[in-house]
């Protein structure tokens, strides 16, 4: 599924990134540079949903893959940040909207 990133400014100045489905054919679109597609995401990145924690939040200290899936619902729809954490985020939705989280066993087995 492809999805459309958009960036929303605040009125106090700072921004967001929301998603949404995209309509039609797969369009690929990207997001400062980053996949916003599930089939474009590299090895390294799923490396990184099972090692790296949340920086802040509510979940400050789990790790990304161990996210609930409510709370990324959240954030793809209030908006993700405009930082590597986003893009994460928006992969780990992704993952966890299509039922794929067994994808990421293998990886936790081998920490």
Not at 2 to 30: D, H, Y
Not at 31 to 54: F, S, Y
Not at 77 to 101: A, C, Q, T, V, Y
Request: charged fraction near 20%; include cysteine.
């Amino acid at each position: 599924m492809a999805l459309i990133v958009r960036e929303l400014r605040g009125p106090w100045g700072g921004s967001s990134v929301t998603v949404a489905p995209a309509r039609g054919p797969a369009t690929g679109l990207c997001w400062a540079g980053h996949p916003a597609r599930i089939d474009d995401v590299n090895p390294e990145d799923l490396q990184k949903l099972v090692t790296c924690t949340m920086p802040f939040g509510r979940y400050q200290g789990c790790v990304l893959a161990d996210l609930p899936g409510p709370y990324l619902n959240w954030f793809a729809r209030e908006g993700l940040p405009r930082s590597e954490i986003g893009r994460l985020l928006l992969l780990m939705h992704e993952i966890d909207h299509n039922g794929l989280s067994g994808l990421l066993e293998p990886l936790r087995r081998a920490r």
